[in-house]
């Protein structure tokens, strides 16, 4: 399954068998920075989730909605220029057979800045 955000946004470099933990490749060059922002480029909070979302996609091999976010955090502002590579984390914290209940994060590859975090309920589909 290939990343839908954008037209690759991002490219997935590796990841655990489980899809619970990705190296991603951000596309510094990519035509959503001409607008945010020119000059400093910022990956929006929105494709963050979006990340999330398809990682997790990718991860079951079947398509979820957001259902709800309890607790979303940008921690570091995320700039594809100076962090092209970042590691993703997936943690399932409950499920039901509607239902995930997910823990997810973005962060720098050795874990030292945490871009982005999300704890959510994903309907399954």
Do not use: W
């Amino acid at each position: 399954m290939n990343p839908l955000l954008l037209h690759h946004f991002y490219d997935i470099l590796d990841s655990a068998p489980d899809g619970a933990e990705a190296t991603l490749s951000l596309r510094p060059e990519h035509p959503i920075f001409e607008g945010h922002f020119p000059g400093l480029p910022v990956v929006p909070g929105v494709c963050m989730v979006q990340m999330t979302k398809e990682l997790l996609e990718r991860s079951l091999g079947r398509p979820t909605q957001l259902a709800t976010a309890r607790n979303i955090k940008f921690l570091s502002v995320l700039n594809p220029e100076e962090n092209k590579t970042v590691r993703f984390g997936l943690r399932v914290l409950s499920e039901t057979p509607e239902q995930l209940g997910v823990e997810a994060k973005l962060s720098s590859p050795d874990g030292s800045v945490v871009f982005f975090k999300i704890k959510a309920h994903f309907n399954l589909r």
